[in-house]
């Protein structure tokens, strides 16, 4: 069972009190009907699916209903940090490979 | 050796003491034809099938740990082909035509028991949905029928079909030509035919890198050296992104766990197969005795092999309202797997944009029904450079065209 910390709650619940909500940071392309097929296939379906360290999306869905980003390692399950959508989009992005 | 009941005579003869080993251990060599990474189910029979019916002399499967124990040991082994649309559905099909004379085929029981397979419908949508899979199922050529209530409760009599609970059962899809197999003969078979015909098993042998040159596939690196390739065909299930980006090629996988779990053998109280969407849960009692159950996936990407403990008991939950007498099975084991899932619940079996490799992949949570036809696909891809016509849907371009296959409802298993 993962414990999670909701960076909005500002508290450690249990897994069973999200959803989650897959890979974190991947950008939308600002104009859908000019992307070519495979930009806009990469964006829909293509997946970094690392073993290792992995960005995620969490919902809150028990609670404040917010998303927010965890980094947790799919190998172990050891999370390094909770960060709001706000937080990862401006800090995590530029750290983003 | 072939193993007949001539040999199980002279053998028993001699105290069993000198039975061959089903396969060996051989050196590596510097280069092969084709290179197979991935020595589970899918794999080895990739093997046999490029050994047996393309002739290639020259192959080799690498295995990271040892040979079936990854999903191939993890599944909770249903076999069927009731599945909607027909490109996925002339695929399973073709997967369970072979099941049928297996054992006979690489001299290995494999314990394939077409026991049938039920999946339960609960609401009158899900009946809906069961008479349009049973209708194309029976367009085309495959085996299925609607029952109802009544019916399968006089042929599962344990199984409970009251009104008074949340989810009642009105009927079922009932694929009779379905079943169950012993999952790990079918690795330990394939591997034994596939070195018969002269297929190098290399096991604890890790690929860390590929060579590739030009676009062209040269060789991998491994945790026992370089090997080089003509062709290297990847058929790792749960670690395929590992691969994929070692070749810088992006696939539309997520790794999940999938958690099951066995009961204490017990005497023989289910003689069939049976799974429920609704009521999310699926299982059935293998020849040893053992309750052998699962559900769905644990929501969050994982390569550990194990899930969360809240999973277990609502698949225990759904399980208990399927089968009440079962609340005081014991369980005796727990594990889990890492199925690599697609956004449409279909396989990828593709060439890429780099020569002479290929991946087969995808098969996420029902990938053990596919063993043989798998394989025989992927081999076929594999020994003349071009999909299988069964193959050409599950090509990765529908990613980038939007011809998905939806085969979330015919899975069964939730994402």
Partial sequence: MLKIFCPYCNSHLEEE????????????????????????????FMRKNPKGRHLEQWQHSSGCRKFFVIERSTIDNTIYGSHTMKQASTELKNEKN | MKYSLLSLFKQGLKNNQDWPQAWSSPKIKHKYDVIIIGGGGHGLATAYYLAKEYGIKNIAVLEKG???????????????????????????????????????DINYNVMFSPRGVYNLGHTLQEMRDIERRVNANVI???????????EIKRRIPLINISKN?????????????GGVARHDAVAWGFARAAAALGVDIIEQCEVTGMDIQNSTIAGVNTTKGYIGANQVGCVAAGHSSVLASMAKIRLPIESHPLQAFVS????????????????????????????????????????????SPHVIEHTAAAILELFP???????????????????DACPIISKTNVKGLYFNCGWGTG????????GHVFADTLANDSPHKLAIPFSIDRFYTGHLIDEHGAAGVAH
């Fill in chain 1, 17 to 44: 009190d999200f959803s989650y909500s897959g890979e974190a940071l991947i950008a939308r392309p600002s104009n859908p009907e000019k992307v070519s097929d495979e930009d806009w296939g990469d964006y829909l």
């Fill in chain 2, 66 to 104: 040892y040979i079936g124990g990854g999903n191939t040991a993890r599944n909770t082994t249903i076999v069927r082909s009731n599945y909607l649309w027909d490109e996925s559905a002339m695929l399973y099909q073709h997967s369970l035509d072979l099941w049928g004379g297996l054992s006979q």
């Fill in chain 2, 140 to 150: 085309n050529g495959i085996t299925a029928e609607v029952v109802l209530a009544e």
């Fill in chain 2, 165 to 177: 609970v949340r989810y009642p059962i009105m009927g079922a899809s009932y694929q009779s030509t």
């Fill in chain 2, 264 to 307: 204490e053998p017990m005497k023989a109280v289910l003689d069939t197969v049976v799974m429920s969407n609704a009521v999310h849960g699926y299982i059935s009692q293998s020849d040893k005795g053992d309750l052998v159950i699962g559900a769905g996936i644990d929501s969050y990407n994982s390569y550990s092999q194990r899930g």
């Fill in chain 2, 325 to 343: 007498a079962f609340s005081r099975a014991r369980m005796n084991r727990q594990w889990g797997g890492i199925v690599d899932t697609t956004p």
């Fill in chain 2, 367 to 374: 990938g053990f029904k596919a063993t043989p036809g798998s």
